[in-house]
C-alpha cells in the first residue's frame, strides 16, 4: 500500500497491485485496474518511486531480479 494526497489534501491508501496507470494531465491522476480514477498531488516520478518501493518491500522486485539471472546462468 502507498500513501498519497488527495488534490484537497486528504491521505489516502492505495493498493499499489491494483494501479494500471498514472499520467499527468497536467495534475496527476492515476487509475486502478477496477476502472476507478483519482488525482493526487504527487508527481508521475513521485508515485512511481512509492510504488517501486513498494513492490521492493514485499519482496516483488528482487524476486523478479533474480529470477532472471538465474536464466542467464
Same mark, same amino acid.
Given at each position: 500500500?502507498?500513501?498519497? &494526497?488527495?488534490?484537497?489534501?486528504? %491521505?489516502? &491508501? ?7 496507470? +498514472?499520467?499527468? &494531465?497536467?495534475? &496527476?491522476?492515476?487509475?486502478? +485496474? +477496477?476502472?476507478?480514477?483519482?488525482? #493526487?498531488?504527487?508527481? #508521475?516520478?513521485? #508515485?512511481?518511486?512509492?510504488? %517501486?518501493?513498494?513492490? %521492493?518491500? +514485499?519482496?516483488? #522486485? ?12
Amino acid at each position: 500500500m502507498i500513501r498519497l &494526497t488527495r488534490l484537497n489534501g486528504k %491521505q489516502i &491508501t492505495v493498493n499499489a497491485l491494483l494501479i494500471e496507470s +498514472i499520467e499527468e &494531465t497536467p495534475d &496527476t491522476m492515476i487509475t486502478l +485496474i +477496477i476502472g476507478k480514477k483519482f488525482m #493526487v498531488l504527487e508527481t #508521475v516520478p513521485e #508515485v512511481t518511486e512509492a510504488v %517501486q518501493r513498494f513492490f %521492493q518491500s +514485499i519482496g516483488l #522486485v528482487s524476486s523478479t531480479l533474480k529470477s532472471l539471472n538465474s536464466e542467464g546462468s
